[in-house]
Each structure stands twice: as structure tokens, then as C-alpha cells.
């Protein structure tokens, strides 16, 4: 933008990405670019890091001329001559003032830009900082401009936040190095076809990932009636895509080709690979497996989306254990980016690498993680919820915990997050997670009382909070007396009587089980490295990805404090806030969290 003109091939694509890393626009960025295009298109591509093509970067003036690849040098060094001998304009960008409007207008444009910057980015310096530098040059003059720019950039390269975001962008690209993987010169095989069993949310969701890619799939349920029912769903998922323009029409309807419903296994003989997506049941999937064993090429891939059942389980009555994987989508299938890939001790390398192969293809990062019950992303975080269902039995008020953990950057507190994902999911989850860490699980009475009350949260439209279309989850003042209820059989408050703690202390209750837990994982080597639990966690339960990922926050927090704090409530509250013996011994010798693990302590799911 600093030189006197700029020629682009077609479909190039422009932009300032900076934010997306904690940054500003260096160089001159923040004010050239509003001279160029002006100050409102300035504002949006910065703000919010989206590139533009060439062909609209004609149209507002940031880009001269668009020719073909092949002419681009002999163009730009006649352009160049041109505008030496002065047969072109000579244009200095800084200077440029026609674009930017009066001041009036300037004031009106950043005022909304500022409000909106701090609703939707409450905890993010850059965007306010780049709101500033850009109104400095423009009320200053593009050279002072230019030296605020340098002075706030200096800043936020040194933030928290930046150091976060960073960490982030570095750490999603390592997901795809796995050893003994993708270092031993395997080539992924083709998945070209791939069968989906059960077409309920998660199904539906996965076959939409899977066709919007070009992927065949075959979508098989029990009776028309629910598969009727998946493919409405599918159907449903592609047009809410075309609407928020995330899919162009014509692509869709590709897409709606590339499905078949059936009820049956005929279709299945020659599947590349199968992905199970029934109810969370051992029996039923067990059966499942045998039955597509028999009828599936012996290259299939047979995977389960199993969000917390032990794949050695799922997968113990077949011959062929070493195809078995998980494949672990998030929910919605089609919208959320992570795929947890878990890979058992009889898992083959090439199947992984298949899978792994398929993630990227349908646009997810795919994170390779050790089996055990809840895997990387549900064990970890499984603490979450059991935190905030502890304090809200030692009388913290429910509404203030789920407000304080969205301050914190969280889309929801752990309470609308319960009743999003309705009380069927949280009893059979908790029923997994008691019967595999019972030394270390709080088994609330309040999601029981809430169902025997006819609530099933977001699904009825009744839960913590009230749901009615058309406007926000409201807080649900009928709820207290169940929750009152729920404390006398719980018998959790010292002497009868509720705690008092801060804001901080709130949300360090919630978050440091959390990162205790994470400390388990890495000791038991579940992960490859710090960094895939960091992007699984920002990922798949969007922690905010400006802290960098549970252990990356926790190391900043520092596991001194964190060890500290756990000690004394796990002395006050019981053995849920016990330290680990890998978090203990961290912070005893100054070890970051991160630092890799030597060996694995216990190498029952090692990878």
C-alpha cells in the first residue's frame, strides 16, 4: 500500500489479518488502508481480519489494474514507467485524503465501530487500539498516525492476548505432525464413499460435513420414519448454510446429490468407510460393529463418534480391532472445526492417517488423542460442569456463576450450557464419568429434580432458564426452589449456611478442576503434546482462543497459584479438588505445564 500503484491477478485475495493475532496492521497499515478504500471498508476488513478478492479491491481503488498471471510483471514494470515519466498519476497513499469524508462523518463511523468493538470483543485490546491509531492519523495526519501506529503495536506484540492468539495459530498447524504417523512415509488412502449409521443430530450433522465436500454418503436408519426425519434434517442444515451464505446455491444442490438413504446394509459392500453415530450404548453400538464388520471391504474404516465410551469396549468382538478408531465430531457436525481422532493401542497408522486425511478435506483441524473415557476434549473438561454444580450446592447463586464464566470468554455459562445440550446427555455422561473416576466425582440431585419438575431445558423450552423464540434465555426465578431442594439433599454448605467468594475466586473454582484434570491427561500421554490440548480446547469447547488454551492460560495464571488453590479447597470442599501428582510436582519445581512429558506415568492409554 506504500507503493505509487498495485497490480493483482484475478481471484487474489487482500486483507489485513493483524487482529486474528492480538496485533495491529504495521508499516503504515492502519492508514493507508482507509485513504485507499475508505474509512468504513477500512474499519471492516481490519476489525474483523476478512480478506476481500481482487476483483472488489478494483472496485474500491486499493488495487489499479487485474491481469492475467502471465502479464503480471510485464504490466507492472510498464505501470512503474509510466508513472515516472508521468504518464500516471503519481499517488502517495498517506497523503490521499478524498476517501475518508468529513469529520462528522469519521467521529459518526468509529463512535459505532467502538460500541460495537466493545460488545463483541469485550476482552480484546487490539480492536480498540486499532480504532485509536486510525483516528489519530486521520484527525493528526498520516505521519503521526504512522508513529502512534509503531508506539501501540510495540504494546500489544508484548500482550497476553497476543501471545495467545499466537500460540493458537502455531498450535493448529502442529495437530497434523503425529509420530509414527505421518513421519513413516505412509501416502492416506481415497475415502470417496463413506456410510453414516444413524441419521438423529450428530448423523445428520456428519453427513452434511461429509457431502458438502464432494464425499458420498449413505445415511442408513432403523425405519423411513427416522430416516425421513435425517434427511429433513440434512436438508434443513445445507439451506441454513445457503442463507448465511456459508454454501453458493449451486454447491448445495451438488451436495443433495451426493446423499442416499437406506434402511438396510446393502449399499454398504463398498464403503470406504463406516461412521457410527447411534445413542451413547455399548450393547447397540457393539452389535452395530459386529454386523458392518461382516458386511463392509476389509479396507473399511470403522469409526465411532462416541463422545465417552472406551473404543476397546465398542470394538471387542471383532477380528479386525486394528480399523477401529474415533472418529469424534462436535455438535453442530457440520459447523463446529474440531475432530478428535482416537486412536486405540490396536489402531493402524494408516487408518489414522486416513481419517486425518478426511478432516482436512471436510474442513476440520483434526487433533490425534489417546482412548480413555471421555478422551482429550469431554475428560478434560468434564470438571466443568461437577465445579460449577458444587459451588451452586455450597450457595453460589446459579445466574452469577454462568455470568462470570462468560465474562471470562466462554459463549455460555456451564448452567445454559446444561440446558442446551439438554438433561439426557448430562445424566448419561455423569453416569460414565462416576463409574470411571468415582474418587473424583460430585453426583448433583438437581438435574434429577429438574426432570422429575417436566423441565428438559432448551429442548422444552424450560430449564435454569426460560426459552421463548425469538429473544435471549432469560434466568427462570421458579427454578430457586428446586435448587433449594437439591442443597438440603446435597448437604454441601458448611453449617447450613452458603459461602461467600469473589468474582475471581468463582472463576478460578471452575476453571482450575478444569486444568487439574487436563494435568491428568497429559501425564497419562492421552495427547501427542500441550499444544493439541490447548487447540482442542479452543476448538471444541470454544475456550477463548485469545487465552491461548486451557494450559496456556494455565501456565500464565502460573501452577503455583493453581496448585495452592486446589490444596486449600480440596481441604475445605473434599477430595473433586485434590491436585494431581503431575500439577503437584509442576509447581513444586517451576516446571511449566507445557514442558513436555518424559515419559507417560501411566501408559494404559498412552498413544
Known amino acids: 500500500m506504500g507503493c505509487h500503484a498495485r497490480i493483482a491477478v484475478p481471484k487474489a485475495q487482500l486483507g489485513l489479518p493483524e487482529l486474528s493475532l492480538g496485533i495491529i496492521p504495521g508499516a503504515g497499515g492502519t492508514q493507508r488502508l482507509p485513504r485507499l478504500v475508505g474509512l468504513q471498508k477500512a474499519i471492516d476488513m481490519m476489525l474483523t481480519s476478512k480478506p476481500i478478492l481482487s476483483e472488489e479491491g478494483k472496485k474500491l481503488g486499493l488495487i489499479d489494474a487485474i491481469v492475467p498471471p502471465q502479464e503480471l510483471l510485464k504490466v507492472s514494470r510498464q505501470w512503474a514507467l509510466d508513472i515516472a515519466e508521468k504518464r500516471r498519476p503519481w499517488v502517495r497513499s498517506l497523503h490521499s485524503i478524498d476517501k475518508i469524508g ?29 480504532l485509536d491509531v486510525i483516528e489519530e492519523g486521520i484527525l493528526q495526519g498520516g505521519y503521526l498516525g504512522v508513529l502512534k501506529e509503531g508506539k501501540v503495536f510495540n504494546e500489544l506484540v508484548v500482550s497476553d492476548t497476543s501471545k495467545g492468539l499466537c500460540h493458537v495459530f502455531f498450535s493448529q498447524r502442529a495437530t497434523s505432525k503425529v509420530p509414527n504417523v505421518t513421519d513413516i512415509g505412509l501416502k492416506p488412502r481415497a475415502v470417496k464413499k463413506v456410510a453414516v449409521i444413524g441419521g438423529g443430530l450428530m448423523g445428520s450433522g456428519i453427513a452434511t460435513a461429509l457431502i458438502i465436500s464432494n464425499i458420498f454418503v449413505v445415511l442408513k ?18 439451506r441454513g448454510m445457503v442463507a448465511r451464505k456459508k454454501l453458493a446455491q449451486s454447491r448445495a444442490e451438488k451436495a443433495l446429490t451426493m446423499i442416499k438413504g437406506v434402511l438396510d446394509y446393502s449399499e454398504f459392500k463398498d464403503v470406504d468407510m463406516v461412521i457410527e453415530a447411534v445413542v451413547e450404548n455399548v450393547h447397540l453400538k457393539q452389535t452395530i460393529f459386529s454386523e458392518i464388520e461382516k458386511v463392509c471391504p476389509p479396507h473399511c474404516i470403522l469409526a465411532t463418534n462416541t463422545s465417552t465410551i472406551d473404543l476397546n469396549l465398542v ?63 469431554n475428560r478434560t473438561f468434564f470438571p466443568y460442569k461437577q465445579s460449577a454444580h458444587i459451588l451452586l450446592h455450597l450457595g453460589v447463586d446459579l445466574f452469577r456463576i454462568d455470568r462470570l464464566i462468560s465474562s471470562f470468554g466462554l459463549p455460555m455459562g456451564p448452567f445454559q450450557l446444561e440446558d442446551l445440550t439438554g438433561y439426557g446427555v448430562a445424566v448419561a455422561v455423569g453416569k460414565e464419568f462416576s463409574t470411571a473416576f468415582p474418587d473424583r466425582t460430585f453426583n448433583s440431585p438437581v438435574v434429577d429434580l429438574l426432570i422429575k419438575n ?11 432458564y426460560i426459552y421463548e423464540k425469538g429473544s435471549k434465555p432469560k434466568p427462570d426465578p421458579s427454578v430457586l426452589p428446586i435448587i433449594e431442594e437439591s442443597r438440603k439433599l446435597a448437604n454441601l454448605m458448611p453449617h447450613g449456611k452458603p459461602i461467600s467468594v469473589t468474582d475471581q475466586e468463582i472463576v478460578e473454582m471452575v476453571l482450575f478442576a478444569v486444568v487439574n484434570e487436563a494435568c491428568r491427561v497429559l501425564e497419562e500421554g492421552i495427547v501427542v503434546r500441550a499444544s493439541d490440548l490447548d487447540t482442542a480446547s479452543v476448538l471444541g469447547m470454544s475456550f477463548p482462543s485469545y487465552r491461548g488454551g486451557v494450559i496456556f492460560w494455565a501456565d500464565l495464571v502460573g501452577s503455583k497459584h493453581i496448585y495452592t488453590s486446589l490444596k486449600k479447597w480440596s481441604e475445605k470442599y473434599g477430595n473433586f479438588y485434590k491436585p494431581s501428582r503431575f500439577l503437584e510436582e509442576r509447581a513444586m519445581n517451576g516446571v511449566p505445564l507445557s514442558a513436555p512429558v518424559s515419559a507417560p506415568m501411566n501408559s494404559k492409554a498412552r498413544l
Open 102 to 130: 468529513s469529520l462528522s462523518e469519521v467521529h459518526e463511523i468509529i463512535k459505532v465501530a467502538r460500541q460495537q468493538a466493545k460488545r463483541t470483543t469485550p476482552n480484546m485490546p487490539q480492536h480498540l487500539a486499532c
Open 221 to 238: 436408519e432403523v425405519n423411513s420414519e427416522y430416516l425421513l426425519k435425517g434427511l429433513k434434517t440434512l436438508e434443513a442444515n445445507i
Open 315 to 377: 470394538g471387542e468382538k471383532l477380528r479386525s480391532q486394528d480399523r477401529v478408531v474415533g472418529a469424534h465430531f462436535f455438535s453442530p457436525a457440520h459447523v463446529m472445526p474440531l475432530l478428535e481422532i482416537v486412536r486405540t493401542e490396536k489402531t493402524s497408522a494408516q487408518v489414522i492417517l486416513d481419517l486425518m486425511t478426511v478432516g482436512k478435506i471436510i474442513k476440520k483441524v483434526p487433533v490425534v488423542v489417546g482412548n480413555c473415557t471421555g478422551f482429550a476434549v
Open 454 to 464: 417436566g423441565r428438559n431445558g432448551r429442548n422444552n423450552g424450560k430449564g435454569y
